[in-house]
């Protein structure tokens, strides 16, 4: 009784294989062995798999917030990240005189992670319930980041993009989403750690309430 090996099965159900072979097989397994049928049911059942792989692969996304949540419980020296340091809040300073009353709608912070600074302007927009957030990524010394590509990405609570834009040539960039609790930012500089901004609260009127 005549069998295949398994790199024939392969290159068979691939459509790969020579043609004599291939007939070899087809007339093999009409003839009704047993075996052969079973193993050509079970070499197309992978094939199919295997093709349907690139489907199944997960989303950019989601995978960047895995290996973040993931890189939270590792120790620092292991971490991918690098979690940057307020260093600067504009909500920190009094206000002027005569307008103490007034309500918060702009803020202005800066972080700093591994030499990189980045500087946010974060305005309400009341009526369409938004964040406007401008900002800017540079070297701490002030050069410029660019000509390195540099991806800045706002997460919510469970892990899901909110918004994504790209820095220009100048390490600027914009973004408009809607206020709500507990958002992440994270800053994708090509060549180095990732930067993450700790969790914020976006939650208009409050602008921007850092919380550690």
């Known amino acids: 009784m005549k069998h295949f090996s398994e790199q024939v099965w392969a290159d068979y159900v691939r459509g790969i294989g020579p043609s004599k072979t291939n007939r070899e097989i087809e007339d093999h397994v009409a003839s009704g062995c047993a075996d052969c049928v079973v193993a050509a049911d079970l070499w197309k059942k992978v094939y199919s798999i295997a093709a349907n792989e690139p489907s199944l692969t997960p989303p950019d996304h989601a995978v960047r917030m895995v290996k973040l949540e993931f890189a939270a419980g590792q ?4 971490s991918p990240w690098s979690m940057a340091r307020l260093v600067f809040d504009s909500m ?4 002027t005189a005569g307008v103490r009353s007034g309500a918060w709608e702009s803020r202005q912070v800066a972080f700093e992670a591994e030499g990189t600074m980045v500087d946010l302007v974060l305005d309400t927009r009341p009526q369409s319930g938004t964040i406007s957030l401008v900002g800017q ?3 701490k010394g002030g050069a410029k980041i660019v000509p390195r590509q540099v991806a800045v990405i706002v997460w919510t609570e469970t892990g899901k ?6 820095a220009n040539e100048f390490g600027e960039f914009q973004l408009e989403f809607a206020a709500q609790d507990r ?3 994270s800053v994708e500089i090509a060549g180095q750690k990732p930067i993450r901004i700790p969790p914020m609260n976006l939650n208009s009127p409050d602008v921007m309430r850092s919380v550690t």
């Not at 920190?92 to 206000?95: A, D, N, R, Y």
């Not at 993009?161 to 790209?166: D, H, K």
């Open 75 to 78: 120790s620092p020296r292991l």
């Open 92 to 95: 920190s300073q009094p206000l």
């Open 137 to 139: 990524v540079v070297d």
């Open 161 to 166: 993009p909110l918004a994504e834009t790209s």
């Open 183 to 185: 958002l992440r930012l």
